[in-house]
């Protein structure tokens, strides 16, 4: 019980991290979706990535709490029904946060004018 308050409170923080975004972020943001790789990485739009992000977190949060929850995990160490949930959140919450760092940063890039003079 405790695994699925602990990946609920995981859940707020994407759901928090998304609304913090949507302040800070500029209109024409891109947030990247990773889909395993950089290589199968999509870039949404702003809109589209902030909700992308919590309805991937509240979709994993589902799953895995439905699993750990039901008869099938009744033969599991008891240790990893305790751990799945958490860990799985919190690896989806450190790349949600990791791609509104990487928004951030480029379209802080995009903004900071070019010195005069400077090679294109």
Do not use: N
């Not at 949600?96 to 010195?115: N, T, W």
């Amino acid at each position: 019980m405790a695994a699925l308050l602990i990946g609920g409170v995981l859940l707020l923080a994407m759901v928090a991290a998304a609304g913090r975004a949507a302040v800070v972020l500029p209109a024409d943001a891109r947030i990247a979706i990773h889909c395993g790789s950089v290589e199968h990485c999509y870039l949404a739009s702003k809109r589209a990535g902030l909700v992308i992000w919590p309805t991937l977190g509240g979709f994993g949060y589902g799953v895995l709490g439905a699993v750990t929850a039901s008869s099938l995990a009744v033969g599991w160490v008891p240790g990893v029904r305790d751990v799945l949930v958490p860990a799985v959140m919190s690896v989806m919450l450190a790349f949600q946060v990791g791609a509104l760092i990487v928004a951030q940063r480029s379209s802080e890039q995009a903004a900071r004018p070019e010195p005069a003079g400077s090679p294109r």
